[in-house]
């Protein structure tokens, strides 16, 4: 293994391999779909230190970028900086994964009915797919859920992928991230807890907590795209949001803070109380987080993770349980080697795991989506 913390980053690039970076970026997290980095090479004039040629890298260029041999971005460079001054010279590259290419670019104008999340993904990120590269590839978590139907959903002119595929998931209460390897993961965390618990005065070098209920609401509704359907049993409009038999209720808001949501695709009427109950959670779990920083990356040997669970115990902060790691950012330069963690309630990411999209069961079709472009939509 590499001694240094420099020398645990790999670049690959062109079949070239490049460590001995000064600086190093490093995140991955489940809100995005693109794990992204930034490294730094400097050396000063006249040093028999290797120095990274600038004419080795372009932009556009399929890189990889590995910590301790554990690829974490698998896509491509987006842009090379060379400088110098008087004492050193310098070079500066960032990129992310090969899914930062739906963050940027437009989305077929098109339209799905009755198709899960997975199939509508797979024909969004289909035009996407690389020479090189092949096609990005997708994994629902667990292993055989069945994701859920979306009765109706267009793509708007000038949407992007990404925004496509964000809107069905929060409709759907699924997440989409990066698999580090130029892949997406749908579904939501099988979680596994770490090793090492975190402890003030004994492995966290700086902690911050947030505690807000600015995004929090006494009852949420949502209201269907097709007249006349609610998040509740009481079904047509006019109805009244102080109404608890509708919604999804916040027990820890006593005042009156309402929220009317329209949905953000055509779903079945189970799957907008579904929306409703994971906005609730969704809220309650992003208004109580903590930042956590400590020395190094590794855990017993092994990287710190999205997707994992810890033991959180800070008197200070107020916490006292296991939380999930939402986003992971690694570091490297003047400041030392840290890891800094985002951690959130469990609850805050996604449906319970007892739910019923759980169950593995057999596909009533394996026909791929249909969709329909808008060049030849008739009106």
Same mark, same amino acid.
Request: glycine letters at 8%; one cysteine or more.
């Given at each position: 293994?590499?001694?240094?913390?420099?020398?645990?980053?790999?670049?690959?690039?062109?079949?070239?391999l490049?460590?001995?970076?000064?600086?190093?970026?490093?995140?991955?997290?489940?809100?995005?779909?693109?794990?992204?980095?930034?490294?730094?090479?400097?050396?000063?004039?006249?040093?028999?230190?290797?120095?990274?040629?600038?004419?080795?890298?372009?932009?556009?260029?399929?890189?990889?970028?590995?910590i301790?041999?554990?690829?974490?971005?698998?896509?491509?460079?987006?842009?090379?900086?060379?400088?110098?001054?008087?004492?050193?010279?310098?070079?500066?590259?960032?990129?992310?994964?090969?899914?930062?290419? !739906?963050?940027?670019?437009?989305?077929?104008?098109?339209?799905?009915?009755?198709h899960?999340?997975?199939?509508?993904?797979?024909?969004?990120? $289909?035009?996407?797919?690389?020479?090189?590269?092949?096609?990005?590839?997708?994994?629902v978590?667990p292993?055989?859920? !069945?994701?859920?139907?979306?009765?109706?959903?267009?793509?708007?002119?000038?949407?992007?992928?990404?925004?496509?595929?964000?809107?069905?998931?929060?409709q759907?209460?699924?997440?989409?991230?990066?698999?580090? @390897?130029?892949?997406?993961?749908?579904?939501?965390?099988e979680?596994?807890?770490?090793?090492?618990?975190?402890?003030?005065?004994?492995?966290?070098?700086?902690?911050?907590?947030?505690?807000?209920?600015?995004?929090?609401?006494?009852?949420?509704?949502?209201?269907?795209?097709?007249?006349?359907?609610?998040?509740?049993?009481?079904?047509?409009?006019?109805?009244?949001?102080?109404?608890?038999?509708?919604? $999804?209720?916040?027990?820890?808001?006593?005042?009156?803070r309402?929220?009317?949501?329209?949905?953000e695709?055509?779903?079945?009427?189970?799957?907008?109380?579904?929306?409703a109950?994971?906005?609730?959670?969704?809220?309650?779990?992003?208004?109580?987080s903590y930042?956590?920083?400590?020395?190094?990356?590794?855990?017993?040997?092994?990287?710190?993770?999205p997707?994992?669970?810890?033991?959180?115990?800070?008197?200070?902060?107020g $916490?006292?349980?296991?939380?999930?790691?939402? @986003?992971?950012?690694?570091?490297?330069?003047?400041?030392?080697? @840290?890891?800094?963690?985002?951690?959130?309630?469990?609850?805050a !990411?996604?449906?319970?795991?007892?739910?019923?999209?759980?169950?593995?069961?057999?596909?009533?079709?394996?026909?791929?989506?249909?969709?329909?472009?808008?060049?030849?939509?008739?009106?």
């Amino acid at each position: 293994m590499p001694e240094t913390a420099a020398d645990l980053v790999t670049l690959r690039v062109n079949n070239t391999l490049h460590r001995g970076w000064s600086t190093v970026d490093i995140t991955r997290s489940l809100s995005t779909i693109s794990n992204a980095f930034s490294l730094t090479v400097a050396n000063d004039w006249g040093s028999d230190s290797p120095t990274l040629n600038s004419t080795l890298l372009a932009p556009g260029d399929i890189c990889q970028v590995l910590i301790n041999d554990q690829p974490v971005v698998t896509g491509y460079i987006d842009s090379v900086k060379p400088s110098y001054d008087a004492k050193q010279h310098q070079i500066s590259v960032s990129g992310r994964d090969r899914t930062g290419d !739906l963050v940027d670019c437009s989305a077929d104008v098109q339209e799905w009915h009755d198709h899960s999340l997975d199939d509508i993904v797979r024909a969004l990120i $289909a035009p996407f797919s690389h020479p090189e590269l092949g096609e990005i590839g997708i994994r629902v978590v667990p292993e055989g859920r !069945l994701l859920p139907q979306v009765a109706k959903h267009s793509v708007h002119p000038g949407d992007t992928v990404y925004s496509v595929i964000e809107r069905l998931s929060r409709q759907t209460g699924c997440l989409v991230w990066s698999d580090g @390897t130029g892949g997406l993961i749908i579904g939501n965390p099988e979680t596994t807890e770490t090793a090492a618990p975190l402890q003030r005065g004994v492995n966290i070098l700086s902690a911050n907590a947030s505690n807000s209920w600015s995004k929090r609401y006494r009852n949420i509704v949502v209201l269907s795209d097709t007249p006349g359907k609610t998040s509740g049993p009481t079904g047509t409009p006019p109805f009244s949001l102080s109404d608890p038999a509708i919604g $999804a209720r916040d027990p820890e808001i006593t005042r009156y803070r309402p929220l009317l949501m329209i949905a953000e695709a055509s779903v079945r009427d189970d799957l907008l109380q579904r929306r409703a109950e994971w906005e609730r959670r969704h809220n309650a779990g992003q208004g109580q987080s903590y930042i956590v920083t400590v020395q190094g990356w590794l855990q017993d040997g092994q990287l710190w993770t999205p997707g994992q669970t810890v033991s959180l115990k800070d008197a200070w902060l107020g $916490a006292d349980d296991n939380y999930l790691i939402s @986003t992971v950012n690694f570091k490297h330069g003047t400041g030392g080697t @840290t890891t800094t963690l985002t951690v959130t309630p469990e609850s805050a !990411l996604g449906p319970e795991p007892n739910d019923g999209y759980y169950k593995k069961k057999q596909q009533d079709s394996s026909e791929p989506p249909t969709n329909t472009s808008a060049a030849s939509q008739k009106t």
